[in-house]
């Protein structure tokens, strides 16, 4: 409450002296997504030059327009921890006071990582819907735009089935847009097994014509009228609406169309996201900053560079696509540092699971998976119709293997106590290339048979696989162990807790690192031996399915994820 009072006494006293001059000088460092960086420093500009201050001292505001991936791994290296998909932020990459990422999509991710992350204000200050561009002649051939509506159950069928539409996005793990596409094209895929094969279809063909960048999808679109360059050049790509306004304005010789897709999905929303670590004084001044962003100048200025104001309507001088909607449902009905993700049903895990498919399409990785098969693994699961936890595990793990493409090597364990004499694991698989193997590993999966009274050899188990990974360790990789268990260690014959964290640590390579991540099941697990296991590895994570039907979600949000979950 204190806090509250002062931000609000200094922003009073910035109305007061507003146009009676000022001393000294506050900087406010400002970071925004290079689209509504230029809109952001004009604003900021008159804002300054016309006598902006925080209680008689002067405000001075710069405005940097950086990606928001690498800002996003910036502060992700400052809080020491990583986001899936992104690299190392050079040094010369530093946070900034005020942070204007294209989406919430960035907060929500870093957060979830990252507990130390709790930005503030959050709200946003702009939108761009999110499209699926196509170049005009396809668009018109191939479903008939303008006249004919489009949702996004159509497009999914279309690039399962169709031979001529050359699919494409920037990589969702670097980009929002793509992102926000990955997770209406999923949502659109419904449930059940062929909704499963769907969905997977659909996520290679995204896959196939993946950039990392937005300017490189871009280029693949086609660069003239001729018929061949069109059939070979890029088809459909989701995008935001500001990227097909930018893209026309620049005259290229095939123009893009914007189809907005039923349902929209949530629209890139341009929080307004103060770092936890501004002092009062910088608060206080980039609230006033904020408060400029609000007036009907800057919607104006939105509109220069080919967005929309946070409630969906377009200022003047926006180049409105053909079919686009005179207005779009706001952006954000949320005032916290979570913005319009927050306000559009988006949590972390959503997210989570939608990146975790996508890393097991894309990524290279090579996994032991060690399935728990002691007697316990038999109990029912009444919100799975009464399937026993190791058929819903099958289920799961089948599911996920049928994502991973040909570059992963995979291999199967079981673990009990006395599967091979005294010794408590099993190996059914190595770790072998799923070029040749897929076939061997999904067979060994559908045939995991629980031991009736077995036990639970989890210490031994857990440190026998973290050895295999990491002496058959490859570079390039992930390299990971995924072990599955419903229940706390109980092995009489075995090594002890504090043996097996011993040995971890003693193992830990940081030249070879790998993930170990456990998979809980149910609600007998041990969340603290769960994680004194993982904390004595270099990286990983526990993940918790208080009910196992939904181990499927929460299989992928640990594919994705680098820290632990509870679900």
């Keep these: 409450m204190a806090i509250v009072v002062i931000l609000a006494g200094s922003w009073l006293g910035y109305r007061q002296l507003a146009n009676s001059g000022c001393t000294g000088s506050i900087k406010l460092n400002v970071a925004a997504a290079p689209e509504i960086a230029p809109a952001i420093e004009r604003t900021a500009a008159k804002w300054t030059e016309g006598g902006a201050q925080v209680n008689g001292t002067c405000v001075a505001v710069t405005v940097n327009a950086i990606n928001p991936a690498q800002m996003a791994a910036a502060i992700a290296r400052e809080h020491q921890v990583t986001l899936v998909g992104l690299g190392t932020a050079p040094q010369s990459v530093v946070t900034p006071d005020v942070w204007l990422p294209d989406s919430s999509t960035w907060l929500l991710r870093l957060k979830s990582e990252a507990s130390g992350f709790v930005p503030t204000d959050g709200k946003s200050v702009a939108q761009s819907p999110i499209v699926v561009a196509m170049p005009v002649p396809v668009a018109q051939q191939a479903v008939g735009w303008p006249d004919k509506k489009l949702g996004w159950k159509d497009l999914l069928g279309k690039m399962v089935t169709s031979n001529t539409l050359r699919t494409g996005i920037v990589d969702p793990t670097r980009d929002a847009a793509g992102l926000a596409g990955l997770l209406a094209l999923g949502q659109s895929a419904g449930a059940g097994p062929n909704a499963q094969a769907a969905k997977v279809g659909a996520l290679r063909a995204l896959a196939a014509g993946s950039s990392a960048v937005r300017e490189d999808l871009l280029q693949k679109f086609p660069h003239s009228e001729e018929a061949n360059d069109i059939a070979s050049s890029l088809s459909a790509a989701p995008l935001s609406e500001e990227d097909v306004v930018s893209f026309n304005a620049e005259g290229p010789p095939i123009k893009l169309a914007a189809l907005y897709l039923d349902p929209m999905p949530p629209p890139l929303d341009y929080p307004f996201a103060v770092m936890p670590e501004v002092d009062l004084t910088k608060a206080a001044a980039a609230n006033g900053l904020r408060q400029e962003l609000q007036k009907p100048e800057f919607k104006n200025a939105l509109a220069s ?104 090597a995979v291999g199967v364990w079981v673990f009990s106590t006395e599967l091979q004499g005294k010794q408590p694991w099993r190996e059914i698989v190595p770790i072998s290339p799923l070029t040749s193997a897929r076939g061997q590993i999904q067979e060994s999966i559908q045939k995991l048979t629980p031991k009736p009274n077995g036990a639970t050899g989890l210490y031994d188990t857990a440190l026998a696989a973290y050895k295999t990974v990491e002496d058959s360790w490859q570079p390039g990789r992930v390299n990971s162990v995924l072990l599955f268990t419903d229940g706390k260690n109980e092995n009489k014959d075995g090594i002890s807790r504090d043996q097996l964290i011993s040995e971890l640590k003693k193992l830990n390579n940081p030249k070879r690192p790998v993930r170990m991540v456990i998979i809980g099941i149910g609600d007998e697990v041990d969340r603290n031996e769960l994680q004194a296991i993982t904390d004595a590895t270099s990286s990983g994570g526990v993940f918790i399915a208080p009910d196992p039907a939904k181990i499927s979600d929460i299989f992928l949000e640990a594919i994705s994820s680098r820290t632990g979950a509870n679900r």
């Design 305 to 408: 560079v080919g967005l929309r104001g946070p409630d969906g309507t377009k200022g003047a001088g926006f180049a409105t696509p053909v079919g686009a909607p005179e207005a779009t449902p706001p952006a954000s009905a949320s005032g916290d540092s979570q913005g319009g993700a927050a306000a559009s049903g988006l949590d972390a895990s959503v997210l989570s699971q939608a990146l975790g498919s996508w890393a097991a399409i894309t990524l290279p990785g090579r996994a032991l998976a060690v399935f728990d098969v002691s007697g316990s693994m038999l109990k029912p699961v009444p919100t799975a119709n009464n399937l026993t936890r190791a058929q819903v595990t099958q289920r799961a793990a089948s599911q996920g293997l049928s994502l991973f493409d040909d570059r992963w």
